[in-house]
């Protein structure tokens, strides 16, 4: 049975880019916008249905997961891709660490687009609207838990300029404690800040577990065919906004037969729109952890904190230069002491992660099942030059120089299995900021899928707000970058 449906704007995707773009529009304007979001909706963040585990920010979250994974891998077990299935996207499940990058990122994409909005001074309105949005704040020195404290005490002694600023675009080398997405202990997502505002509006409609199945142009008007509840939902709309994330927007599109024509009819999919970059230019920050036993003193102290304060497991970060960095810096390191419950359960690790990485892999479906993961291949740690590894490699030296410090080296034991004995390829993981699989561009490169302004080429009426946008991944965790792609795209269709 096929239901027809119709609205001004369908959003696919409530993730961090879909949840501001639904909630933008249904509150800025009178157009009618339809939501549809794979995974389930808990409503409002008042409303006592959402899972303990989503809205707990000291710990990553395992669940309402998609599945996605790099598949066999020689020498190594397969790599886990974890994203969300549920409102709010991975701003739902993540570590609601915020740091944005640097000026020089979103210049970046300003040259790269040859459009001006995303120049860093164009795009400091909409990061502080979002930081606002987002509840964004930094912990204060009593919330800092002993572990943290003693990371901050042994990056001091390192000569390390502590940081205050990692969420300000002018920010440089320095360690220091987090800023957070984290109310009260409770994970801020971008449902919370985005789509409550808008709920109730007659102009907003939320089709939850329901996943996008392809989308179909039929001149000016575009349909979308969506899967739910065992029927076929078809729904048209002037504008679509493809918001699935760097593995699920551009396999919407290549079911939809829009990409690289070979590939597709490999798939089984008949080309209909000849744009090779979909799928293309898939990149990730390649990450390595140090992983050290852990003391009983410190399962002791953190015990003793848990009982009295709210102790996440990640609270400080560090942004540091290697010696093949173009800007400002270009690593990440960050303490870990995982709870019990954590997807990083049982380890204390010192996670180093290369942020200017030039290593690019792909992504393809291979069929037109929507519930069938694409093949996904990151390529980490594949550039011809090494230079990936090279960042990593000094990384996890000042790793260990920080783990060897006086205030660590009471709390933590010796340096355990897989990074003492194993080289980085054979351990590696990443960063959980997969992005590019639609790439904005000029009109003039080949491999470009989207304007500046989100619009798909060859398909005017259907944009993308998400990860996969970015042509170049920022120097940055991606959560608050995405919900800035959220907020730049809305204001273009607002106009």
Known sequence: MTTRLACDVLVVGGGSGGSVVAGRLAAESDARVTLVEAGPDYGART??????????GGALVTSHEWGYDSGPIAGREPIAFQRARVIGGCSSHNGCVVAVGCPEDYDRWAALTGDARWSAVSVRPALARALERMRVRTYAESE????????????????????????????GIGFGIEPVNIEEGVRFNASFAYVDPARGRDNLTILDRAICDRVIVKGRRVEVTVLRGGEELRIAAGTVV???GAYGTPAILQRSGVGDPALLHGAGIEPLVDLPGVGRNLHDHPLAEVEFASSEQLKRLLAESAAIRFTPEEQTLGKLRSSRASGPYDLHVFPVAAHEHSLLAGRVALAVSAMEPLSRGSLHVTGVDPEDVPRID???????????????????????????????????????TPSLDRPVSEYHAHYFHPVGTCAMGVESDPFAVCDGAGHVRGLESVLVADCSL??????????????????LITDAILG
Do not use: K
């Not at 249905?49 to 707990?56: G, H, R, V």
């Open 47 to 56: 409303s006592g249905l959402w899972p303990a585990d989503l809205l707990d």
């Open 144 to 171: 800092v838990g002993p572990f943290h404290r003693a990371c901050l005490d042994a990056a001091a002694s390192l000569g390390v300029v502590r940081a205050d600023d990692l969420d300000d675009l002018d920010g």
């Open 242 to 244: 493809l918001a699935a």
């Open 378 to 416: 990151h390529g980490y740690l594949s550039d011809p030059g090494g230079a990936d590894l090279a960042v990593i490699d000094e990384g996890i030296a000042w790793a260990r120089e920080l783990a060897a410090a006086e205030s660590l080296r009471e709390l933590i034991g010796p340096e355990i």
């Open 470 to 487: 970015m042509p170049v991944i920022p120097r940055a965790n991606t959560n608050l970058p995405a919900v800035l792609v959220g907020e």
